[in-house]
């Protein structure tokens, strides 16, 4: 069974450019969760999204949004990058929300780099 | 933010048992703990995940205390293919905003031969 994809693998923007990244999850599940990773920490939560509507909103600006689609696949939008949007952005999918227990599967993520 | 704390590294000798401390003095009743570890970058694995119970699986045990507020996840033979960076995650839900991951910076385990 595919796991979690994502693309592209890596990515070079320059400041001020707008950036997509996909994310397809496991058959099967309907949520998706994005994930920034700077290099040197640990992943920070951006959005979750389940059965296409925004479920849940890390502390990240407005310049980033995120959307579902009916086949359950994901995009993240980054608007107006800046330097310090350079990271490992990785997309995570679980069956359902809200369960006690509920297993995120990670993508290998796409590393984006802004000069 | 992370609810976890844990070493920032440790090593361990190949085919010894590696224990991985974790706390989380702050968890509430009816939240998990999860382990992760992540090699290279790449995306994070899931290890295991447990609320009160020990847990065992085929990758390793995790040990979760009695009072709740603290584990230790144990790798019984460690390889060097077990050298990563481990997570010791609480796993929170907003009845509003969904079920989050807070992430720590982990401990980065170092397997040695």
């Known amino acids: 069974d595919a796991g979690v994809t994502q693309s592209p693998t890596h990515l070079i923007k320059t400041r001020g450019q707008h950036v997509t990244l996909r994310c397809s999850p496991i058959?099967?599940?309907?949520?998706v969760s994005w994930y920034q990773q700077v290099l040197g920490q640990g992943p920070q939560f951006i959005f979750q999204?389940?059965?296409?509507?925004?479920?849940g909103r890390g502390n990240f600006p407005d310049r980033f949004s995120a959307r579902q689609f009916p086949n359950y696949s994901s995009e993240l939008n980054v608007n107006a990058l800046l330097l310090g949007d350079s990271a490992l952005y990785l997309c995570?999918?679980?069956?359902?929300?809200?369960?006690?227990?509920?297993?995120?599967?990670f993508g290998p993520g796409t590393r984006l780099l802004v000069l | 933010d992370a609810k976890t704390t844990q070493p920032p590294s440790m090593d361990c000798a190949e085919g010894r048992a590696a224990n991985l401390p974790c706390n989380h003095s702050?968890?509430?009743?009816?939240?998990?703990v999860y382990w992760y570890r992540q090699i290279h970058s790449q995306g994070p694995q899931y290890i295991i995940h447990?609320?009160?119970n020990n847990e065992t699986n085929e990758m390793a045990s995790l040990i979760i205390t009695e009072d709740r507020k603290s584990s230790t996840l144990i790798l019984p033979h460690a390889t060097l293919r077990d050298t990563a960076v481990y997570y010791c995650i609480v796993r929170v839900v907003h009845l509003n905003t969904g079920n989050q991951f807070y992430f720590g910076t982990g401990t980065s385990l170092t397997v040695i031969p």
């Open positions: 058959s099967g599940h309907k949520s």
């Open positions: 999204y389940y059965e296409k509507e925004e479920r």
């Open positions: 447990g609320l009160k």
């Open positions: 995570a999918s679980s069956t359902a929300r809200g369960l006690p227990q509920e297993t995120q599967y």
């Open positions: 702050t968890i509430s009743g009816n939240e998990y």
